[in-house]
């Protein structure tokens, strides 16, 4: 819904030649094309930044927060036993050889990890950015290890399949109407993003309320919507929710 929706102000401001593409990044991710981290996620998000080029190179300078893993040995040295066991870990990949680095997303593929990423551009993109070098070296370690760190204002995966099987929440649907009545989980309420302004005096303020859609950028629109309306007990799901029928599946 973002999509059309900032496709048609292009439109209304004069622009006649605005497209759309319609299953955004989880269609992208499926097909398995690359992502790409911005530099303000390499600098603060919670990622595992690796370097895959050659010791010296990095020594030489590097990304502050990376760790240095050679593409040579990405495999042979560090199969998928050495990587975090949580498949949704973020993973973000640089180096002097793009080939490389699309190779390395592609074996985080085989190995069932959703999240890998490119940081084109590597130290050239950092020093334009203005932002200092480090020197030295920084092998990786023999287990890499990541810790995923949610927001307060969000609720893991677990947590909110919990309350769907106890209740006692309210399940907010912020997904399109049609998309409500296709399929939803059992007691959800179904509100759309673009509704809630008009509507949110339809949610409890006495009881805990979990936003979701599909992936959890509509839940967020949502959730600031009530945030700005004085709302303390929203949590959104960041999560991709795929319905068929009575049957759902939740994914990282």
Partial sequence: ???????????????????????????????????????????????????????????????????????????????????????G??????????????????????????????????????????????????????????TRKLPPHEIGIADFTKALKEGGAVILDARAAAEFTAGHFPSAVGIPSEEMGQRFAEVPKDKPVYLHCSTGSRAEMAFDILKDKGYTNVKLLKANIEFKGDSYKITE
């Fill in 89 to 146: 870990a973020l993973l973000v990949f640089t180096g002097d050889n793009p080939a490389e680095t699309e190779a390395a997303v592609e074996l985080m593929r085989d190995w069932s990890f959703t999240k890998a990423a490119i940081f084109p551009g590597n130290v050239e993109t950092w020093q334009k950015a203005e932002i200092p070098l480090a020197t030295g070296p920084a092998p990786a370690p023999a287990k890499l290890t990541y």
């Fill in 1 to 87: 819904m973002l999509s059309p929706k900032a496709a048609g102000l292009a439109v209304k401001n004069g622009y006649p030649n605005v497209k759309v593409f319609a299953g955004g990044e989880p269609a992208w991710s499926k097909a398995e094309y690359s992502l790409e981290a911005s530099v303000n996620q390499v600098r603060k998000g919670n990622i595992l930044l690796i370097d895959l080029r050659s010791p010296d190179k990095f020594a030489a300078g590097h990304i502050d927060r990376a760790v240095n893993i050679p593409f040579k040995d990405l495999e042979k040295n560090h199969g998928e036993n050495t990587f975090p066991q949580y498949k």
